[in-house]
């Protein structure tokens, strides 16, 4: 559906850097999030947080005078949330403002309506692309402005269509990840992860919220199986009349405090996003 024609000659060149790429970052990833990758693959448990619709009322007005959009914010919120969690980089930043941190960031594409064949609204399914960036932040970056950038960047990567080829990059290396040395050994140096998280935001719910007597109020997720899979953590938004949060992870007693801070932390600042000056620095965020 993404490709119904195939990948043509002129085309196949995007898909083939794409795919260097993505066996680069799957060749060198090691994990920011310090979640213990050991315990991965039998349990998982889940965190859940109702947003406010004040908030989400008031952080949609002001994405709106800005320009920008909620996704955008739930990003880099997110990125700020991470930064934080580092403790490497909360080393550097404390003796030096201009001191980076970069991160490799893999987001969800909901591509219902976004296929050459737009999907009709029949039922409540999705159809899952991938997008996926790398920005650099110091302590010095401006928390506006960096929600301008991310937008930025998934704009650039939407217009470029690259989602539509996510599919076929991940056959690809799955194809051949087994005989990739690289791949091997910094797969088990990682306990089976390939990355720190997998995030998800579908925005406000396209759907009737009505269904008979029943009203939909809330809405979250939840991680069947062995879910995070691959991953240290999946993080989930999504909206009805404000926001709604899930972080799954896999279960063990030192994964719940991580888990706990990381969520506190990315959930806190999206949720006060709209109160934050054009002058709110990631420095100051890391400091609190």
């Known amino acids: 559906m993404a ?11 995007v898909p083939d850097r794409l795919f260097e790429d993505f066996k680069k970052r799957r060749c060198g990833w090691s994990p920011v999030l310090p979640f ?15 947003g406010s619709k004040e908030n989400a009322d008031a952080l949609l007005t002001l994405c709106k005078k800005k320009g920008l959009t909620m996704g955008a914010v739930l990003v880099a919120g997110t990125y ?32 219902r309506k976004r296929l050459q064949t737009v999907l009709g609204d029949d039922h409540v399914g999705t159809i899952i692309g991938m997008m ?35 599919f ?9 990840g087994e005989k990739i040395p690289d791949f091997q050994e910094n797969f088990k140096r990682n ?5 720190d998280m997998n995030f998800s935001s579908f925005g406000k719910y396209f759907f009737d919220t009505n269904y008979g007597k029943l009203k939909m109020d809330k809405m979250y997720c939840t991680g069947g199986g062995w879910c995070p899979t691959f991953g ?14 899930t972080l799954v992870y896999s279960t063990s007693e030192e994964n719940s405090k991580v888990a706990g801070v990381f969520f506190e932390s990315a959930v806190d600042l999206i949720e006060i996003a709209h109160g934050l000056d054009d002058s709110y620095q990631l420095l100051d965020w890391v400091r609190q």
């Not at 990059?169 to 051949?176: C, L, P, Q």
């Not at 306990?191 to 990355?195: H, N």
């Not at 240290?232 to 949060?245: A, D, K, M, P």
């Open 168 to 176: 076929d990059v991940n056959e690809r290396f799955d194809a051949i």
């Open 132 to 166: 996926s960036f790398s920005l650099t932040l110091t302590g010095e970056t401006r928390f506006w402005d960096f929600v301008a950038e991310v937008r930025t960047a998934m704009t650039e990567f939407l217009e470029a269509k690259y989602h539509f080829y996510y």
């Open 232 to 245: 240290s953590c999946v993080f989930l938004i999504l909206g009805l009349t404000r926001n709604f949060y």
């Open 80 to 111: 700020f949330a991470i930064a934080k969690m580092d403790a490497n980089f909360r080393s550097k930043v404390a003796k030096d403002p201009k001191a980076t941190f970069s991160f490799d960031f893999d987001m969800d594409v909901n591509l």
């Open 36 to 50: 213990d990758g050991k315990v991965g693959g039998e349990d998982n448990s889940t965190l859940y947080r109702d």
């Open 191 to 195: 306990d089976g992860r390939v990355q």
């Open 3 to 13: 490709c119904p024609d195939g990948i043509s000659n002129s085309e196949k060149p």
